[in-house]
């Protein structure tokens, strides 16, 4: 059993910057940020297969950076330049340990084991 707890979250205006947080209470190999806005389906931002950055959605690359302390066992989600459709609950998956890097590149939500309760991020206009 793998415990997540998400902080960061909050309210900012369009082009401004949030960092996401990631506490987890074991370490996994695979380990992903996902969002989900009201009325669209759950979407993968990013994930990461130990040190390597496995994944980052297109709607995002060169503004949300992914990144982990493994040590730490945390996972980090830093967000800049947010816009209005970066609205969303981010939340924090962990996949089962046996996951390979391979299988963690194309994960979807259904694949991960192990979720938190999810940070409310607004960007207003």
């Known amino acids: 059993q793998v415990q997540l707890v998400e902080s960061g979250g909050g309210s900012v205006q369009a082009g401004g910057s949030l960092r996401l947080s990631c506490a987890a209470s074991?370490?996994?190999?695979?380990m992903a940020w996902f969002r989900h806005a009201p009325g669209k389906e759950r979407e993968r931002v990013g994930s990461?297969?130990?040190?390597?950055?496995?994944y980052v959605a297109d709607s995002v690359k060169g503004r949300f950076t992914i990144s982990r302390d493994s040590a730490k066992k945390t996972l980090s989600l830093q967000m800049n330049s947010l816009k209005p459709e970066d609205t969303a609950i981010y939340y924090c998956?962990?996949?089962?340990?046996?996951?390979?890097?391979?299988?963690?590149?194309?994960?979807?939500?259904?694949?991960?084991?192990?979720w938190g309760q999810g940070t409310q991020v607004t960007v207003s206009s």
């Open positions: 998956a962990a996949a089962s340990p046996a996951m390979l890097r391979s299988t963690c590149i194309g994960a979807l939500a259904a694949e991960f084991d192990y």
């Open positions: 074991a370490y996994r190999n695979c």
């Open positions: 990461m297969y130990r040190a390597d950055i496995a």
